[in-house]
Structure formats: structure tokens, C-alpha cells
């Protein structure tokens, strides 16, 4: 089954542990909507961030490879009385996108890239959607997250709506992982219906993102860990990456 093709339904009760708050203010720290009012959200999902950075006062527009995730981002957005134009595309096919303030990866959406190329890909035609003295946030797992937290496997879930067994082998490139996820999802007649997902994700050393992103032009990177302020170090779990065009 394709990533998140049955996810989306079930994706914004897993991710209640994201601190969603601390990646806007992240943002509003060193982009401020004042100076920077438009922003495109890569790898959008059901749409939580874009509507906490629209109720922040950014214009903001998104983009997702999942037709099914936007799906719910739009019920979610129409709602709200929101009106953020969403767009099924893969990032490293971005395209149509010029003179934007800010972009975001959040999430380590970027890690699900599976091709190296691929990544560069994506930072270059986000280098070119962005204005002079744009931003570019996003985040990715750490080394240690994928080499050694993820195979830790399994993991299971239980909330006694949404059950889940999570297991995980190494891909066959290096910092990779497979995602073999079972769920059982409580229905109105209280069955559980039963569907599986694999996901496949990437990562690579802080140091190879900044050597991709100085040779495609951006002229500041700043490298974080762990929603703090510290450089990482082999414990780090997610790496924090701010670039300036």
C-alpha cells in the first residue's frame, strides 16, 4: 500500500506528541511575519502547521504528494472558514512557486525522499522559490534516530480506538528504514478494521545537508538539535536545519 494512503485518516490522532507550537515559534523567531509574509508548507499533511502559521498571520500556501492527507487538510481548512490553496506534487518536482519569503519542510517529510538526488533536487527548487533573503526551515531524523532508535522495533500503540504494531528493518541504503505498520481502527459498530502501510525514510548527516545547501547558493545555515538551541551531537534525535538565500 502506498505511504499514507489509509494514514491520513488515522495521522493527526498519532501526531498529538508533536509540539506544533515550538516549530511556529521556531519559525516567528527568526522570520517574522512582519518581514516575512509568505510561506509555502512542503509536505503539508492533513494541514495542522498551515492552519497555526495562517492563524499567525502568514500567507501561507501548501503542497503534498498525498492527495488523500490534503483531502483532509481541506475538509479541516473549509472548516476554519481557511482559505489556503493546497497542491498535490512531490517536492523534488516543485514547481510554479516564485518569490516566497519562507519554506518549510517540517516534520522530516524530506526523509522519505528515497534518492540522494532527489533531496538536492528539492533544495535547489526551493532555493528558486524563494526570494533574496529567504528562508528555508525544515528538520530531519538524526543519524542515531535511524541507525539505532528506530530498529529498536516494535513499537505499539494502543488507545483504545486506534491500535497499532510498528516494526522496522534497515533499508538497504545507508541511515535507512522500513516502516511495516498493522493498524486496527475502531469502526461505528465497534469492529476494528484492520489495514497496513510501509513507509520507507533516509536520512543523512547534518553536514551533508549544509554541504548541499552552501553549493546551491544559500549563503547562511544554521544547524540545531531536539528543539533546542544546541548543535547536535550523537544522541540527538531531530536535526533542525535554517537556511538563508
Known amino acids: 500500500m502506498n505511504s499514507y494512503e489509509r494514514f491520513a485518516e488515522v495521522y493527526d490522532e498519532l501526531m498529538t506528541d508533536i509540539p506544533y507550537d515550538e ?51 481541506n475538509v479541516r481548512l473549509a472548516a476554519a472558514g481557511k482559505s489556503i490553496p493546497l497542491f498535490a506534487m512531490s517536492m523534488d518536482e516543485l514547481e510554479g512557486f516564485s518569490e516566497f519569503d519562507i519554506a518549510i519542510i517540517p516534520i522530516d517529510s524530506i526523509n522519505y525522499l528515497r534518492e540522494e538526488q532527489a533531496v538536492v533536487e528539492t533544495l535547489q527548487r526551493i532555493y528558486s522559490s524563494l526570494r533574496n533573503g529567504g528562508q528555508l526551515f525544515f528538520d530531519v531524523h538524526s543519524l542515531n534516530k535511524m541507525d539505532h532508535i528506530f530498529l529498536n522495533s516494535p513499537f505499539t500503540y494502543d488507545d483504545g480506538n486506534i491500535t497499532y504494531v510498528w516494526h522496522t528493518e534497515p533499508g538497504e541504503e545507508q541511515h535507512s528504514v522500513y516502516h511495516q505498520m498493522a493498524f486496527f481502527v475502531r469502526m461505528d459498530n465497534d469492529l476494528f478494521e484492520r489495514f497496513d502501510e510501509e513507509h520507507f525514510q533516509r536520512t543523512f548527516a547534518p553536514e551533508q545537508y549544509e554541504a548541499w545547501l552552501r553549493t546551491i547558493g544559500f549563503s547562511e545555515v544554521h544547524i540545531t538539535a531536539d528543539w533546542l538551541n544546541d548543535a547536535p551531537d550523537e544522541e540527538s534525535e531531530r536535526i533542525f536545519i535554517r537556511a538563508v538565500k
Open 23 to 73: 516549530y511556529v515559534e521556531w519559525i516567528q523567531m527568526y522570520a517574522p511575519q512582519a518581514d516575512y509574509s509568505k510561506l509555502l508548507d512542503i509536505g503539508c499533511g492533513t494541514g495542522t502547521l498551515a492552519f497555526m502559521l495562517d492563524e499567525a498571520g502568514y500567507k501561507v500556501a501548501g503542497i503534498d504528494l498525498s492527495e488523500e492527507m490534503l483531502a483532509v487538510a
